[in-house]
């Protein structure tokens, strides 16, 4: 849902600006919040906090009056991908190790497991890589540009990334192994 919700919401945004004031929005965006965050079934930290940063952004936007605030949440959103990423990595747990788990049929090998734990330190870096270009975005203050990137831009950067792990287990590591 949270994956629906970040294609639509910067065109969303920007067509309720033309309409609506800033605060109207932002009252919007902070009763979607709260309906998103009462409807989940399963109320955990990685389930809650899309919801809670729109109703800390449509606060946040509507106490400053300000649209820049509401160009932030993507960027919050990519700021909470890399410390997920970061305290997997840190706690042995990897998010990337379980994904494979999950996607491959058969039982891991230890140098694959071990392969694709060192491999969330590159998707660590992509993350990097996704934030520096939001804040890019956002320095720009082009609307059209930040439209594009927060709607379906920074997905192209991680499915590129993935292009690119494939490809390098596929002809590098598994050729070693």
Not at 83 to 98: E, G, T
Request: contains cysteine.
């Amino acid at each position: 849902m949270h994956i629906l919700f970040s294609f639509l919401y910067a065109p969303v945004v920007v067509v309720l600006l033309s309409y609506f004031d800033i605060k109207t929005v932002s009252m919007g965006l902070f009763g979607f919040g709260i309906v998103w965050l009462l409807s989940l079934k399963k109320k955990d930290i990685k389930t809650t906090l899309f919801p809670l940063f729109y109703i800390v952004v449509a606060i946040t936007a509507f106490i400053l009056d300000d649209f820049l605030v509401l160009k932030f949440l993507p960027l919050l959103i990519s700021l909470a991908f890399i410390f997920f990423l970061m305290a997997s990595y840190f706690d042995n747990d990897s998010i990337i190790l379980h994904f494979a788990r999950k996607i491959h049929k058969r039982a891991l090998s230890e140098k694959e497991e071990l392969y694709i734990n060192r491999s969330t330190l590159f998707w660590i870096a992509l993350a990097c890589v996704n934030i520096l270009l939001h804040v890019t975005i956002l320095l720009l203050k082009n609307d059209h540009y930040w439209i594009i990137y927060s709607s379906f831009g920074w997905y192209l950067v991680f499915i590129a990334g993935g292009i690119m792990q494939f490809l390098h287990r596929h002809f590098i590591f598994l050729k070693r192994m």
